[in-house]
């Protein structure tokens, strides 16, 4: 039987870039819709979203006048915290009636910080005014004895779940504004410590899971998300082991890399549509149907019990001839096992492979066609979370950032382990040598 | 006029609105004004520290239109401890809020507060239950659900029993098994799949689970796992792994996974690397065409050259 490979007999779809030009240029110059309301706590990433989304489609310029960009750089450094780091949004500041007994309620948030230097640096802001000192030593106590980061300090207590997600973030702090080097380093002449990054390395390795992803903490479900933010963390400390090491070092993360790179292959799938269940899989293999997958119901139940009645097949009879081979028009990522695709994880996925280095092991043809094709909104532009979504700020970032990932040459270059544009990751070292010309003046 | 600026209860409190400090602010979003009036309630209340009865309304309220505030939840639970509120009134009101907003993080997080604090998990399952009915993959609340049995002990309580009920009715659900292995596994000082009896049952309820859907990755990594922590051969799942996939009927191959361990198991043996490289073949050009790139890697790291397109025909 002739076998065709999938990416001979696909026809590639367009990005329609006028369109999410239009799409992000309204996010960025009329109020996003009342919907938002649930998101006014995390303005600083829809913030990040809107100006790098822009940037990878190299609208900045033609989207918004200089005056409006310094505009809103003054808004992100109105989100400064006094004491260091800044706030997701204008929100908790108490403004002329702040005290210190109040101060509690108005803490410097980790995202809310790596999202808004990473917009200083898509904007081209030269972070002059960042306080550099107080923001590093404020992150070094966003730390837990066990290695793991919180989002916020309130008197003294750090709160927040024990998530990769803060981990990641802390590494991108720390990176931006410190550059390359590790340990103490000195600040307008006063010493300022870094984070465990020891730790930080351990807490990694100690969520790798026992089908090869990486989970929030050890035992819970792997998850491509948290995964890449895994990732992401290590790889911005240099502590990266990737599938290619001829060994690994107990000393990075993660421990098996060979097992990660099995489990983020496994995400690419097919199947798209949260509304249809895997049965027509079913049919294929010739298995009658168990169960629903789709996500959040369960419509069928299951016959026969899984423990203590094993209805094998005979795998001889079970099989038609032209079962597995069917030519598909694309397919995403999920970001668990057997779950449906959704815009996002091909972000969360193909930014983790190229991480590994490692991308090329993807099907990157199916993953463009999959955005494009499926998830890639044909009226208003941006894109949605499932096929036949309206678009979301969320989505339509990741689609655009995982199109640059998966080879398209429709959006500028994606620096994965920041997920901003490579461009705007090279202002960085002309930074980091301006302050140490700075400190070492300081010093002497 | 808002409902907080008409009620007399009210009257003392100036509120506070939010001060973006400039034109052209970034995501400003289009807020309704009730939204716009209980924020600069809550500042004004957050400002001065008060806690009583009517911030706990107003937080309530607040986390309805916005339940990502980071600050709110804090607040709130400080006020309810502060007040030595019923903390069981509390929990019913976060299943409705944990019902209305699936995906919010907080939510499960002020849960652990607050049944941490009561010291006792009655009824928590049953919450569970019904969670589990709306979406059966809510992370937070498998997260959530680990949680409680570390912290009251439950290992024995019909845990075991519980992942067998969520897989009899799905038995693709990735965190019912990902739960399974906590279960067995994850308690401190347990030998889990390192004990004979465990690793046998653990081999043989997902060889039955395999049974049922040969082409669900879910127990055949659960198989390989445990293999591997209970530090047997992977030969050991040969046979079983020939059941759904042989390379003497390469046209009747029912299951990738299978396919993709039989590999692996090949590769071990003394002179499996060619055969090992025929069932990644297999798996490239036929039965897991969208990994190609991957199979071919990984016959690459067998000392395999990759497959030209003819060959892949002819397989
Ligand atoms: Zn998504």
Redesign the pocket.
């Given at each position: 039987m002739a076998i065709l490979t999938n990416s001979a007999v696909r026809v590639e779809p367009r990005l329609d870039k006028a369109r999410h030009i239009k799409y992000w240029t309204r996010c960025l110059k009329t109020y996003l819709p009342h919907h938002y309301t649930g998101n006014d706590s995390n303005r600083m990433y829809l913030a990040y979203f809107i100006v790098a989304a822009l940037d990878l489609l190299d609208a900045l310029d033609t989207a918004s006048t200089g005056p409006e960009r310094k505009d809103h750089v003054n808004w992100i450094y109105r989100c400064q915290h006094p004491d260091g780091g800044f706030r997701m949004w204008p929100g908790t500041d108490f403004g002329e009636r702040a005290n210190e007994t109040n101060a509690q309620w108005d803490p410097a948030n980790v995202p809310g910080t790596y999202f808004a230097l990473a917009c200083l640096l898509i904007l081209d802001d030269d972070f002059k005014r960042v306080k550099r000192k107080q923001c590093l030593r404020w992150l070094q106590k966003m730390q837990r004895e066990d290695g793991s980061f919180g989002e916020t300090l309130v008197r003294g207590q750090i709160e927040g779940g024990r998530d990769p997600r803060f981990a990641y973030c802390a590494t991108g702090i720390r990176h931006m504004l410190r550059g390359e080097s590790a340990g103490c380093i000195s600040l307008n002449g006063q010493l300022v410590k870094d984070f465990d990054v020891d730790g930080l390395v351990r807490c990694v390795r100690a969520a790798e899971a026992f089908d090869g992803g990486i989970a929030d903490e050890p035992f819970h479900e792997p998850h491509a998300g948290y995964t890449f933010c895994s990732l992401g963390a290590v790889a911005l400390l240099g502590r990266l082991n990737t599938p290619d090491d001829r060994t690994t070092s107990n000393l990075n993360a993660p421990a098996a890399p060979q097992s990660v790179l099995g489990w983020l292959v496994s995400r690419q799938t097919e199947f798209t549509d949260p509304d249809s269940s895997l049965d027509t899989e079913f049919r294929k293999t010739g298995v009658a149907p168990n169960a629903q997958h789709a996500e959040g119901e369960h419509v069928s139940s299951s016959r026969g019990d899984a423990t203590k009645q094993p209805i094998h097949q005979d795998p001889g009879e079970s099989v038609g001839d032209s079962i597995f081979d069917l030519l598909v028009d694309g397919a995403g990522m999920n970001g668990r096992t057997n779950k449906v695709a959704?815009?996002?994880?091909a972000f969360w996925v193909g930014a983790s492979l190229d991480i590994l280095k490692c991308s090329t092991l993807s099907d990157q043809s199916a993953v463009r066609c999959y955005l494009l094709g499926k998830t890639q909104h044909d009226v208003l532009g941006g894109f949605g979370?499932f096929p036949g979504d309206l678009p979301d700020l969320y989505?339509s970032y990741l689609g655009l950032a995982a199109l640059s990932l998966a080879g398209s040459h429709q959006v500028k270059a994606l620096d994965a382990g920041m997920c901003l544009s490579k461009n705007a990751r090279r202002r960085l070292p002309k930074m980091w040598e301006a302050w140490a010309v700075e400190d070492r003046t300081d010093l002497s | 006029m808002g409902k907080y600026s008409v009620d007399p209860l009210w009257s003392d409190i100036t509120p506070l609105p939010t001060d973006e400090g400039g034109p052209n602010p970034l995501a400003a979003i289009a807020y309704s004004s009730e939204y716009e009036e209980c924020m600069s309630y809550l500042r004004a209340v957050m400002a001065a520290n008060e806690y009583s009865d009517r911030v706990l309304d107003l937080t309530e309220d607040l986390i309805d239109m916005n339940p990502a505030h980071y600050t709110v939840w804090l607040y709130r639970a400080r006020c309810l401890f502060h007040l030595d509120k019923d903390l069981r009134e509390e929990l019913e009101w976060l299943n409705e809020t944990a019902l209305e907003h699936q995906k919010n993080y907080q939510i499960w997080h002020h849960r652990n507060l607050v049944v941490d604090k009561l010291d006792d998990c009655t009824g928590e399952t049953v919450f569970i239950a019904q969670m589990f009915k709306r979406d059966a993959k809510n992370y937070h609340v498998w997260s959530y659900r680990q949680w409680l049995v570390r912290r009251f002990g439950l290992w024995e309580s019909g845990e075991l029993e519980f992942t067998e009920e969520m897989l009899r009715e799905d038995v693709r659900n990735n965190s019912a098994w990902n739960h399974r292995w906590f279960v067995v596994n994850g308690r401190e000082g347990v030998p889990g799949v390192k004990d004979p009896e465990i690793r046998e049952r653990e081999i043989e309820f997902a060889q039955a689970a395999v049974g049922l859907t040969p082409q669900n990755q879910s127990p055949w990594n659960y198989l390989r796992a445990v293999a591997k922590k209970a530090q047997m051969p992977l030969s050991g799942l040969k046979a079983f792994a020939e059941q759904y996939a042989s390379l003497g009927r390469p046209d009747s191959v029912c299951s990738s996974f299978a396919l993709n361990l039989l590999a692996d198991i090949l590769a071990e043996e003394i002179d499996g690397k060619e055969k090992a490289g025929q069932a990644l073949d297999l798996l490239a050009s036929k039965y897991d065409p969208i990994r190609k790139n991957y199979w071919e890697y990984r016959k690459g790291q067998l000392g395999l050259k990759s497959s030209t397109p003819e060959a892949m025909v002819s397989a």
């Open positions: 959704d815009t996002c994880y979370k989505h | -």
